[in-house]
C-alpha cells in the first residue's frame, strides 16, 4: 500500500493500547478471575479504605523484594497483585468509591527537608517541618 492509498488517521494524542504488555495484561486479567472465585464478581468496585488495596499493595511488593516471585496463596505473581491493587486504587480514586484514608502528610515534593527521611508534616500544621530548611 503506498503513503497515497494509505487511510489518514489523527490518533496522536489518543491512548496507545497497542503498547501495552500482551503478558503482563494476561496475567492481570487472570488475577481478576481468581479474585472473582475467592470473593464475587466485580465485589472490590465496591469500595473499600483505600488503605486496604495499598497495605496490600506494598505486601506483595515486599514479597517480590525480599525474592518471593509468586504468591503461595493462589501462585499469582507478586508484581501482578501489587498491579491490581495499584488500579484498585487508581479506579476508586476516579469514580469516587471508598473511603480516602490516607495520611494527611503534604506531598513529598512539597516538603522541604536537607535528607530523604523525615520532614513530613500535616497540611493543618503550621510548625516546620522537623528537617525544615527555612
Same mark, same amino acid.
Given at each position: 500500500?503506498?503513503?497515497?492509498?494509505?487511510?489518514?488517521?489523527?490518533?496522536?494524542?489518543?491512548?496507545?493500547?497497542?503498547?501495552?504488555?500482551?503478558?503482563?495484561?494476561?496475567?492481570?486479567?487472570?488475577?481478576?478471575?481468581?479474585?472473582?472465585?475467592?470473593?464475587?464478581?466485580?465485589n %472490590?468496585?465496591?469500595g473499600?479504605? %483505600?488503605?486496604?488495596?495499598?497495605?496490600?499493595?506494598?505486601?506483595?511488593?515486599?514479597? %517480590?523484594?525480599?525474592?518471593?516471585?509468586?504468591?503461595?496463596?493462589?501462585?499469582?505473581?507478586?508484581?501482578?497483585?501489587?498491579? %491490581?491493587?495499584a488500579?484498585?486504587?487508581?479506579?476508586?480514586?476516579? =469514580?469516587?468509591?471508598?473511603?480516602?484514608?490516607?495520611?494527611?502528610?503534604?506531598?513529598?515534593?512539597?516538603?522541604?527537608?536537607?535528607?530523604?527521611?523525615g520532614?513530613? =508534616?500535616?497540611?493543618?500544621?503550621?510548625?516546620?517541618a522537623?528537617?525544615?530548611?527555612?
Open positions: 500500500m503506498s503513503k497515497e492509498e494509505k487511510a489518514l488517521r489523527y490518533n496522536k494524542y489518543k491512548a496507545r493500547f497497542d503498547l501495552l504488555p500482551p503478558e503482563a495484561l494476561y496475567a492481570l486479567a487472570e488475577h481478576y478471575g481468581k479474585g472473582a472465585e475467592k470473593y464475587a464478581e466485580r %472490590w468496585e465496591k473499600t479504605e %483505600w488503605n486496604v488495596p495499598y497495605a496490600s499493595m506494598m505486601r506483595h511488593v515486599m514479597a %517480590w523484594q525480599t525474592g518471593e516471585d509468586h504468591d503461595p496463596e493462589n501462585g499469582t505473581h507478586h508484581m501482578i497483585a501489587a498491579a %491490581w491493587n488500579l484498585a486504587i487508581y479506579t476508586y480514586y476516579m =469514580r469516587e468509591i471508598g473511603a480516602d484514608d490516607r495520611p494527611m502528610a503534604e506531598p513529598i515534593s512539597a516538603v522541604q527537608h536537607e535528607s530523604s527521611v520532614g513530613f =508534616r500535616s497540611p493543618q500544621s503550621s510548625e516546620k522537623p528537617n525544615s530548611q527555612e
